[in-house]
C-alpha cells in the first residue's frame, strides 16, 4: 500500500506553546488529507478535512483557529496545535487518500503531551 | 448525519476459531468499504477492501458486503493471539457539494486467547 509519513511521533510541549504535526504522502499525490484524534481507549474522531490549495473542512465543534490546517501541496499537510492545553494532550493521526472512493491510508500518528 | 455502527465488544473468540466482524452503515449510496486493523497505540492499517456484493478473501480474511442489507463484515479464519486488536469498519460517503469521504464505525475490540 502508499506510504504516509507523520512526524514528529511523539511531542511534548509545554502549555501555551504551539505544536506542528507534518504529514506527507511519500509515493503518491493525496487529492484530500484527513486529521484524526484519538483519546485514550475512544475511538477515531474526525476533526477535519483538508484539499490541496483550499481552505480546511473543520467537523462541528473543532475550533479552526485552534487548529491550524494548512494543506500547501498534493504531498503535504500540516496540522498546528495552537496555544497547546493539558486537555489537548491526544493521538492525532492523519490520513491521506488519492480519489473519491478509494481507501485512506494513515500516517504513523503523533503522540502530544501538553505538561 | 451518515453513520457506520459497529458493536464495541470486547468479541472474544478461542486461539484456532474463526471470528466474525459486523456493521452496518446507513448511506445507500455508498460504494466502497474498508477494514482496518488498529493495535493499541498505533494508527490502523489497511487489511480489507471491498466494492461489490458477495465474498472477498485474502488469506486468513474473507470480507462480505450486502448492499441491500446494508451490511459489511470480515471473517478471521484461524485467530491466532496476534489478531487481538481494534477492528474499524469504513465506508464511502457522500458530501453534498463536496465529493465523499471515509466515515468510520467506532470499532470492535477483538481478543483471542490461547
Known amino acids: 500500500g502508499a506510504v504516509v509519513s507523520q512526524h514528529p511521533s511523539r511531542v511534548i510541549c509545554k502549555s501555551g506553546t504551539s505544536v506542528k504535526i507534518e504529514c506527507r504522502s511519500l509515493d503518491f499525490q493525496a487529492t484530500t488529507m484527513f486529521w484524526y484524534r484519538q483519546f485514550p481507549k475512544q475511538s477515531l474522531m474526525l476533526m477535519a478535512t483538508?484539499?490541496?490549495?483550499?481552505?480546511?473542512?473543520?467537523e462541528q465543534g473543532v475550533e479552526k483557529d485552534k487548529f491550524l490546517i494548512n494543506h500547501a501541496s498534493l504531498t503535504l499537510s500540516t496540522l498546528t496545535v495552537t496555544s497547546a492545553h493539558p486537555e489537548d494532550s491526544s493521538f492525532y493521526i492523519c490520513?491521506?487518500?488519492?480519489?473519491?472512493?478509494?481507501?485512506?491510508?494513515f500516517g504513523q500518528g503523533t503522540r502530544l503531551t501538553v505538561v | 448525519q451518515k453513520e457506520v455502527e459497529q458493536n464495541s465488544g470486547p468479541l472474544s473468540v478461542p486461539e484456532g476459531a474463526i471470528a466474525s466482524l459486523n456493521c452496518t452503515y446507513s448511506d445507500r449510496g455508498s460504494q466502497s468499504f474498508f477494514w482496518y486493523r488498529q493495535y493499541s497505540g498505533k494508527s490502523p492499517e489497511l487489511i480489507m477492501s471491498i466494492y461489490s456484493n458477495g465474498d472477498k478473501e485474502d488469506g486468513r480474511f474473507t470480507a462480505q458486503l450486502n448492499k441491500a442489507s446494508q451490511y459489511v463484515s470480515l471473517l478471521i479464519r484461524d485467530s491466532q493471539p496476534s489478531d487481538s486488536a481494534t477492528y474499524l469498519c469504513a465506508v464511502n460517503t457522500h458530501l453534498n457539494n463536496a465529493g465523499n469521504m471515509l466515515t468510520f464505525g467506532g470499532g470492535t475490540r477483538l481478543m483471542v486467547k490461547p
Open positions: 490520513s491521506a487518500s488519492v480519489g473519491s472512493y478509494t481507501e485512506a491510508f
Open positions: 483538508s484539499n490541496e490549495g483550499s481552505k480546511a473542512t473543520y
